[in-house]
């Protein structure tokens, strides 16, 4: 029988989302059906045999709507397949630190979640879509604009998810 994947996601500024609908074009390219949904939708896990769940981060954390969704589900996510993604745009090297610093992100998640996979992707900062405040605060870390998302790794890791969904 076709298995059903959610992939859901929270997002500020959109760059998460558009990832999201690329990990889900990659999932269901492996047969399954897939749905792309926005975590503030709330999407129930009913009727799904796996669920991949995306936040952007910002001051550190994910977005508490996505942390809110993994505490009101986890029932469910403790009975099927689920794997984790994080789309920043500070830490994205390679060494220790960096690396540190980027599981920094999901330690709160810890308790709540035990993913078969986990991915982190270089997101995109696009100073026209952020609300003033926010844009006050990539001012005054001198933030640039840029778009640091490698598509052929999200579509890679989006095929690996699936390849674990199976
Ligand atoms: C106000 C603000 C705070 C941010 N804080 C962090 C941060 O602490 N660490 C990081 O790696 N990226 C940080 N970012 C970068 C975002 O995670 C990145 O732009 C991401 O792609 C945004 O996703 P979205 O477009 O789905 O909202 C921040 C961006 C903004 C605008």
Redesign the pocket.
């Known amino acids: 029988m076709t298995k059903h994947i959610l992939v859901t996601y929270a997002?500020?500024?959109?760059?998460?989302?558009e990832i999201a609908e690329s990990i889900g074009q990659s999932i269901a390219a492996h047969g399954f059906v897939v749905d792309v949904t926005p975590v503030r939708e709330k999407p129930t896990l009913e009727g799904y045999d796996g669920v991949v769940i995306g936040s952007?981060?910002?001051?550190?954390?994910w977005l508490p709507e996505a942390v809110e969704y993994l505490k009101a589900n986890q029932a469910a996510l403790k009975a099927m397949p689920a794997a984790i993604f994080t789309?920043?745009?500070?830490?994205l090297a390679d060494d220790q630190t960096s690396q540190d610093y980027r599981e920094g992100?999901i330690a709160p998640l810890k308790p709540l979640i035990q993913p078969v996979d986990t991915a982190f992707f270089g997101?995109?900062?696009?100073t026209k879509?952020?609300k003033f405040a926010?844009r006050l605060?990539?001012k005054l870390v001198k933030?640039v604009d840029s778009d640091n998302r490698d598509w052929d790794r999200i579509r890679g890791w989006g095929s690996g998810v699936a390849d674990k969904m199976e």
């Open positions: 997002t500020r500024a959109g760059s998460t989302g952007a981060v910002r001051m550190g954390q789309v920043h745009i500070l830490n992100y997101g995109k900062l696009d879509r952020l926010e605060i990539t933030a």
